[in-house]
């Protein structure tokens, strides 16, 4: 069972756009929101969280928005760059008495030059 | 700081055969990840560590995977015997207990196939 659910799988955007992931999620004990960005290559690599005190949480063009009574949250990139390219994967996790995340299944941005 | 350090970076084998995949979480860290990515079912938990003890390895697909962690600077992730269908990119993380505050690192992945 998917504890977060990411959309869409694939995004593609013109540079200077906007790109928007989705996630949402079930469990309300969740109360940590990672987004990480993963390079061809690479491991992935933590971009933003958020905790749900707050509804928004800015880093430069990144932006999380988050909203607690829809158990959804997702992360814009404002002003797209090719170098954005990448697969992002949004997370989640809980004080459960476990610290692990739950991944969602990624979504793979490509921005167009 | 260096990072999570995996070891090897690529990994061929064939089938049947004993893998072990290293990892060298970041010093400080006492909780260790090791996930499973592949393109079908994208980053999976298999087990993890705090404090070098399992806590949940309810991830492990089968009682070919084993995963130790002897001291606090080295854990393995043990395949025997190695199947197609391991194939995968295999990838450690760490954390200072209590990802809730500070995330997880990850290493750089181990590219795992199996012939």
């Known amino acids: 069972q998917q504890q977060v659910k990411q959309s869409p799988q694939s995004l593609i955007v013109q540079k200077g756009g906007i790109s928007i992931i989705n996630c949402a999620y079930e469990n309300t004990a969740f109360d940590y929101f990672p987004w990480y960005q993963q390079f061809p290559g690479k491991g992935p690599a933590l971009l933003i969280a958020?905790?749900?005190?707050?509804s928004e949480k800015k880093e430069g063009r990144f932006t999380i928005s988050f909203n607690k009574s829809a158990k959804q949250f997702s992360l814009h990139i404002m002003d797209s760059q090719p170098g954005d390219s990448a697969t992002y994967f949004c997370?989640?996790?809980?004080?459960?008495?476990?610290?692990?995340?739950?991944f969602g299944t990624g979504t793979r941005l490509t921005v167009i030059p | 700081d260096a990072g999570v350090i995996q070891s090897p970076r690529h990994e061929v084998t064939e089938m049947g055969q004993e893998v072990t995949l290293r990892c060298k979480p970041i010093?400080?860290?006492?909780?260790l990840f090791w996930y499973r990515q592949t393109m079908m079912r994208g980053l999976e938990l298999l087990i993890y560590f705090n404090n070098n003890v399992p806590i949940d390895d309810s991830g492990m697909p089968e009682d070919r995977f084993s995963a130790k962690m002897p001291n606090a600077s080295f854990s393995t992730l043990k395949i025997q015997p190695s199947e197609p269908r391991d194939s995968a990119v295999y990838f450690c993380?760490?954390?200072?207990?209590?990802?809730?505050?500070?995330?997880?690192?990850f290493g750089s992945g181990t590219r795992l196939t199996v012939v």
């Open positions: 997370a989640a996790s809980g004080q459960t008495g476990a610290n692990n995340l739950f």
């Open positions: 993380a760490s954390s200072p207990q209590g990802a809730t505050n500070y995330g997880y690192t």
């Open positions: 010093s400080g860290h006492n909780s």
């Open positions: 958020i905790r749900p005190d707050v």
